[in-house]
């Protein structure tokens, strides 16, 4: 058990110094996608945590011994954590749960760092099925998110994303990595968010790293 986790340690860390690397490269991240971002009322959605060079195919699944689940908060407020299970084929570790209420669900993992209660890890997008609330700011530590509607999204458009902490606004730098392109990087500070360029549809994974954390958040453009 030591030795996986000082494995899983090491590789996330090693991840965490590529992204400190030169941007128009393709980053090595790790990230937790939809299978569909938009669902109807009923619908089973599968959720995808992945990592690698190639966002969103990934290269190998997490180490599941660091995952207790996915968490998913429905729009009344309830929180359910669904088991991850993995996806050989694909390279995934995978979890799902069913859309049983209309609106905003936020869904998220975290790996937990050794030596307190703080995540190493912390990976966040949101399902919207009918009405989209626009807020997706959970107030809770380091957080990155958007600042616009997301089902209102549409390729040629923009959407500003800040980054957090405990819910006030502060200063970083995010790496933006389009579906099957290349990484980049832009400022967000307290006063001016990152405004993303939505130059294609597809999913898109904002990531950055602070103080031994590393958090990001995907989403689709349609």
Not at 127 to 143: A, H, N, R
Not at 203 to 220: C, E, H, I, M, P
Request: contains cysteine; proline residues 6%.
């Amino acid at each position: 058990m030591m030795k996986t986790a000082a494995k899983h340690i090491g590789g996330l860390f090693l991840g965490l110094g590529c992204l400190l690397l030169a941007t128009a490269a393709h980053a090595h991240e790790d990230w937790i996608t939809a299978s569909d971002y938009f669902p109807s009322m009923g619908k089973e959605v599968q959720l995808f945590l992945g990592n690698g060079h190639r966002f969103p195919n990934s290269d190998s699944a997490p180490e599941p011994d660091f995952i207790t689940g996915v968490e998913v908060t429905s729009p009344g407020g309830r929180q359910e954590k669904h088991p991850v299970r993995l996806d050989a084929a694909s390279n995934h570790l995978v979890a799902s749960f069913s859309v049983k209420e209309a609106g905003t669900y936020l869904v998220s993992y975290s790996v937990p760092r050794p030596q307190d209660n703080e995540f190493m890890l912390l990976g966040r997008l949101a399902v919207l099925s009918g009405p989209d609330s626009g807020q997706y700011i959970t107030e809770k530590g380091l957080e990155i998110a958007p600042l616009g509607k997301l089902s209102e999204l549409r390729s040629g458009g923009t959407l500003p994303f800040a980054l957090l902490l405990n819910g006030e606004r502060i200063a970083g730098t995010l790496k933006i990595t389009p579906e099957g392109g290349r990484t980049y990087t832009m400022s967000s500070s307290a006063d001016r968010p990152a405004e993303i360029s939505l130059d294609t549809s597809g999913k898109y994974l904002v990531a950055t790293s602070r103080r031994g954390q590393y958090t990001n958040f995907s989403f689709f453009v349609q």
